[in-house]
């Protein structure tokens, strides 16, 4: 099966795990999707995250965080799609939540936060916001 949008899956399924309150999600594997949850866990909000190599396809395995029940991600949405992408300088990038949440973006310097890319003046393409 091929997926159009395939960081908005990753997205849906960490949503609906949380929904239901797993513990762990899993989903398939690419260096875009671990880049993402790379940023996820040193920003403190999974776990952790493993990547299961299987026979044709490798998996990735996110455990998910809780703080007294409730999950710590309250809401991640993804901002530029397929049909839409979005993009940004460094002097517009979007603060989310007053600064509390992180945008992830795409820059040529590779993915990271909103706050590392206003540091090294870098913009480009908001994948998603996380608070």
Known sequence: MSLS???GDMIARIKNAQIRNHK???LPS???????????KSEGYI???KIID??????????????SGNPVIST?????KP????FSSAESLPKINNGLGIAII???????TDLDARKQKVGGEIICKVF
């Open 106 to 112: 795409s820059t040529p310097k590779g993915v990271m």
């Open 47 to 49: 776990i952790d995250y």
């Open 24 to 26: 762990i999600v899993e």
């Open 76 to 80: 991640i949405e993804r901002i530029s």
């Open 54 to 67: 299987n026979d044709k396809k490798s998996n990735l395995s996110i455990n998910l965080k809780y703080h």
């Open 30 to 40: 690419s260096k875009f999707k671990i880049r993402i949850s790379e940023i996820l």
């Open 5 to 7: 949008d395939p960081i």
């Open 83 to 86: 049909g839409r992408r979005i």
